[in-house]
C-alpha cells in the first residue's frame, strides 16, 4: 500500500508505541486519527509532531471497552479524515494477577479492551476500507501471548487470541484486498515498564533477552509500517522483542 495521503487509525495513539506509529505512518505520508480516553497533554504532544510532519490528525476521544464507543471513533475518525485505509489497535493496558487472584471484573475488562474493541472497531472499518478496495489491520499483541507468563494470566489469554483472530480475518477478507496482521513486542521501554523492579530488569537484560537491551516505541513502530505498507503479507505476526521468544535456553 502506497501511505500517501491515505487516513489511519491508532487506536491507543496517544503514548508509547501507538504515539510512535502514528508519527512514523505520518512520516510515512498517512493523515492520522489518534484514540486516547481523553485529550491531554500527551495526546496534544501527538498531534502536534504528525502536523509537523506536514499530514493531518485529529484525536478521537473514546473509551474502547464500550462498544458504542468503539463504533463512534471509527466513523468520527473516517469523517475526518475523508475515508479509512487503515486500522492499528494498540490500545492496551496491565492486567496484573494469577487465576486465583484476577477479579472477574478485571478479567471482562481485559476481554472488553484488547479483545472485544478489536472485534467492533473492524466491524465498522471493515465496510469503510472495502468501498476502497484495500485495507490494512494491525493488531498489536505481546510476547505475553505467545508464552506462559506468570501473574498475568488475563492478560496473556487476550494476547494470545489476537494473532488467531488476525489469521482468521486475513483469509476471510483476502478477496476484498484487506491485510490483517499481529506484530508481538517483548520488553518495550515505556510506562508499561515502570512497574518492573531493578532485579526484573537486570534478569531481563542479562537473561532473558538474547540481545540484551530493551525495546524502543520506535522499533515496533517500524514493523507495523512494513506491514502496512507491504502488499503481499496477510495473516501473519512479527515477534520484536530481541530474540526472547525464540531462545531454547
Not at 508464552?147 to 494470566?153: D, E, F, K, P, V
Request: hydrophobic share 45%; with cysteine; glycine share 10%.
Amino acid at each position: 500500500m502506497k501511505l500517501a495521503g491515505k487516513a489511519a487509525l491508532i487506536t491507543g495513539g496517544t503514548k508509547g508505541i501507538g504515539a510512535s506509529t502514528a508519527v512514523a505512518m505520518a512520516r510515512a505520508g498517512s493523515h492520522i486519527a489518534i484514540n486516547g480516553r481523553v485529550m491531554d497533554k500527551a495526546a496534544a504532544e501527538v498531534v502536534s509532531r504528525v502536523e509537523a510532519e506536514g499530514r493531518r490528525c485529529v484525536m478521537v476521544a473514546a473509551d474502547l471497552t464500550i462498544q458504542e464507543e468503539s463504533g463512534r471513533c471509527v466513523h468520527e475518525a473516517a469523517e475526518a479524515l475523508g475515508g479509512l485505509n487503515v486500522l492499528i489497535h494498540c490500545a492496551g493496558t496491565p492486567v496484573p494477577g494469577s487465576l486465583l487472584e484476577i477479579s472477574p471484573e478485571a478479567w471482562y475488562k481485559a476481554f472488553d479492551l484488547h479483545l472485544h474493541a478489536a472485534f467492533h472497531l473492524c466491524r465498522c472499518a471493515i465496510p469503510i476500507m472495502k468501498k476502497r478496495d484495500e485495507g490494512a489491520i494491525v493488531f498489536v499483541s505481546s510476547a505475553a501471548g505467545s508464552r506462559g507468563c506468570a501473574g498475568t494470566i488475563a492478560y496473556g489469554v487476550v494476547k494470545g487470541a489476537l494473532p488467531q483472530f488476525a489469521r482468521a480475518l486475513a483469509r476471510e477478507l483476502a478477496d476484498d484486498n484487506i491485510r490483517v496482521n499481529c506484530v508481538s513486542p517483548g520488553v518495550i521501554r515505556t510506562r508499561f515498564q515502570d512497574m518492573l523492579t531493578a532485579e526484573q530488569v537486570k534478569n531481563n537484560l542479562e537473561n532473558r533477552i538474547p540481545l540484551h537491551r530493551e525495546g524502543a516505541p520506535e522499533d515496533v513502530a517500524e514493523a507495523i509500517v512494513m506491514l502496512v505498507r507491504n502488499d503481499f503479507i496477510t495473516g501473519e505476526t512479527i515477534a520484536i522483542d530481541g530474540g526472547m521468544t525464540m531462545r531454547m535456553v
